[in-house]
Nanobody, 126 residues
Framework: QVQLVESGGGLVQAGGSLRLSCAAS????????MGWFRQAPGKEREFVAA????????NYADSLKGRFTISRDNAKNMVYLQINSLKPEDTAVYFC???????????????????WGQGTQVTVSS
């Protein structure tokens, strides 16, 4: 079993930045693809980014490239999502997820992931 706990969300003004963190426990995630998703009210869960188990490869949703950066620290069992130049449309609950089976380039849909955190709310005011 893997437990994932996100943190770092909050209320921020448009143009600001946030760094979301995901702490994994119960089992090391150092050999798994990790991803970030987000879900706005009334919308489906949306892929944001994925990172390979070593951290050397990343994949981003095309519409989000340039402002989002996913990273990981396997020694700490942590995954991060840096978000810059925040926009009101970035308002959503952001989820961290672990994929035990798929490589990073094919892990861009929610059903690819095996474990999920509870999410952290990001609210961007205009």
């Amino acid at each position: 079993q893997v437990q994932l706990v996100e943190s770092g969300g909050g209320l921020v003004q448009a143009g600001g930045s946030l760094r979301l963190s995901c702490a994994a426990s119960g089992r090391t995630v150092s050999s798994y693809t990790m991803g970030w998703f987000r879900q706005a009210p009334g919308k489906e869960r949306e892929f944001v980014a994925a990172i390979s188990w070593r951290g050397g490869n990343t994949n981003y949703a095309d519409s989000l490239k340039g402002r989002f950066t996913i990273s990981r620290d396997n020694a700490k069992n942590m995954v991060y999502l840096q978000i810059n130049s925040l926009k009101p449309e970035d308002t959503a609950v952001y989820f961290c997820a672990a994929d035990l089976n798929r490589p990073w380039w094919s892990a861009s849909t929610p059903n690819a992931y095996d474990y999920w955190g509870q999410g952290t709310q990001v609210t961007v005011s205009s």
